[in-house]
């Protein structure tokens, strides 16, 4: 890639959510920000801008990130999945999201995105996580208003339906 | 909240990464993880003139072991390492710090040289290196050179790395036949900055403590193997005064000697149980 000058925007295009999108960003701009204001996909939500919330987790390449901590022109050319490409296209919510309106595992949903997407990568590992891993992979997100007990509740069942189908 | 603009170039080979750095010296900044530089920069705490991205070099991407060492590479991950297959066998420390790192979300970008780079006095993995005697490789455009964690940690966010260098790898000792290890560590929240981490090594020859959140640096320092009870104690106590803590926002210089004195001592003797 050749040297990206500071101020000059350049094109960007990734497959979000398995479709292909493209906007102008310069080099500084976050990913974030390229999501919400260049492509309109504002389910991705901002709140700290310094890693530390959770809100803005999105999957690169399938790995849950910051996308506050990410320039828009490191997604370039790759894949970049939000919260948007969760549920069916007819509104059909995914296992996940489902089990989180079960269990009231949101209040306001300002962090449930962020929330989403980091158990779905942490959930696409393989393994059981028990209630302790389930606690420490939600400490990199901020809930102010449910509390995480809820969401602990739908990740366990998860997790117990996963189990049963394993061994069907 | 918004960065400070820069050039961003993603250099297709190390050479090319090292030269871009040795033309804009101090005005560039390396970018691997990103998990601290980009708060950073967000916070306008730094304005480099270009930001060089080494995060997507195979070159740098590795984790392999060589001559008693796990080399670690600039451009692999934190979970990377955690999810190494030799980890508990070859580096029982580092499986027991590495999940203390942020959270599973900071883990899946930031790098194990990035972290030893920004040389944060409360850091895991500058502690575990420096307990271990690992040490650092420095590459620059017209020299490499090997490091010791000793020589390159020299005070708070401050290391021998020279601005034309980037650390191209690290390299921490593979776990000693028979010694044990420990590792704990107090924060206000889990992945939180450490109030207090200690690392220990408990070998056949001799008890080896690093402590780390409390100066300006981790410190080591090594007890007679045998050491435990008052003695044990007693050494502890001297530790935690020379460290010289200082009171800050999140705890006070007199927590902080408790922490060194009650957290070691727990943490010196799970690692003698450890013992094999
Ligand atoms: S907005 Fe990215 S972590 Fe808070
Ligand atoms: S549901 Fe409101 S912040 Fe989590």
Redesign the interface.
Known sequence: ???????EKSRISFKLNGRKVSGDA???L?LA?FLRHEIGATGTHVGC???VC?AC?VRLDG????S????A??ANGRRVDTVEGLAEEDGTLSRLQAAFRRNHALQCGFCTPGILM?LE??LARGGEPDEGEIR??L???LCRCTGYSGMVRAVLEIVEEMHEEQNA | ??????????P?SVEEALA?LAEAGEDARILAG??TL??M???RLVEP???I?I?RLPALDYIRRKNGHIEIGAAATQ?ALENWPELAAQAPLLAQAL?HI?????R??GTVCGSLAFADPSAELPLCLALLGGEVVLQSASRQRVVKAADFQLGMLSTAREADEIISAARFPVAEAGAGYGFAEMAL???DFALAAIAVKAGKTGVRIAIGGVADRPMVRNFPAGIEGAALDDALNDLAWDLAAADDPHATARYRRELVRRLGRKTVEEAKSCRV
């Open positions: 890639m050749p040297r990206l000058k500071a101020g310069e080099p500084r976050l920000d801008e310094h890693g959770g987790t790995v849950a990130i910051r506050c901590l990410t320039l022109v490191q980091s990568d942490f420490e992979m400490s990199g997100h | 909240m918004k960065p400070a603009p820069f050039d961003y170039i993603a297709e871009v990103g998990q980009s708060p920069l967000n916070m003139a270009v930001l991205d995060s979970n999940p942020g959270h599973f979300q900071t899946n970008r929240r889990h992945g």
